[in-house]
């Protein structure tokens, strides 16, 4: 085991070039501190996002005697019925899902969303996405 270094001490007078360096290094420790903070969210987020999917393909035979097909793409869960379109996108922590009314797409091009709800759960998501299902399959 090495023996433990001895910080700088600081110089005796006022310097310039110290303080400047203890500022880069300041920002530096902020910037990495950041950018860790960040990748650990993203991460969360990806977890969090594969295991609602886990849950959502989780019964074949429900999806299928529904109609609805399943995709997944990184942070994002969609979920297709014949006329609508669930959406679930995980960002820092939350769950946004909405549904989107694909009658309208021929007007539109896209999807038009008809609900939007924030929640901060997998299972907040999964419970809003049932909600959702049930208001279209009747």
Do not use: C, N
């Not at 310039?16 to 991460?43: D, S």
């Not at 959502?56 to 999806?63: E, H, K, S, Y």
């Not at 669930?86 to 899902?97: H, K, L, N, P």
């Amino acid at each position: 085991m090495s023996a433990p270094t001895r910080r700088k001490s600081p110089p005796s007078t006022l310097s310039l070039r110290h303080a400047f360096e203890v500022e880069q290094a300041r920002r530096e420790a902020e910037r990495y501190a950041r950018e860790e903070a960040e990748r650990r969210q993203q991460e969360e987020d990806l977890g969090r996002a594969e295991q609602l999917y886990d849950a959502v393909i989780g019964d074949p035979d429900f999806l299928k005697a529904h109609g609805l097909t399943v995709d997944w793409r990184r942070y994002t869960v969609l979920i297709e019925g014949a006329d609508f379109r669930i959406r679930t996108y995980f960002e820092a922590g939350e769950a946004s899902v909405a549904i989107g009314d694909k009658r309208q797409v021929a007007t539109t091009g896209a999807a038009a969303p008809v609900k939007r709800e924030e929640v901060g759960s997998v299972a907040d998501a999964l419970r809003v996405i049932a909600q959702f299902l049930a208001d279209e399959i009747h």
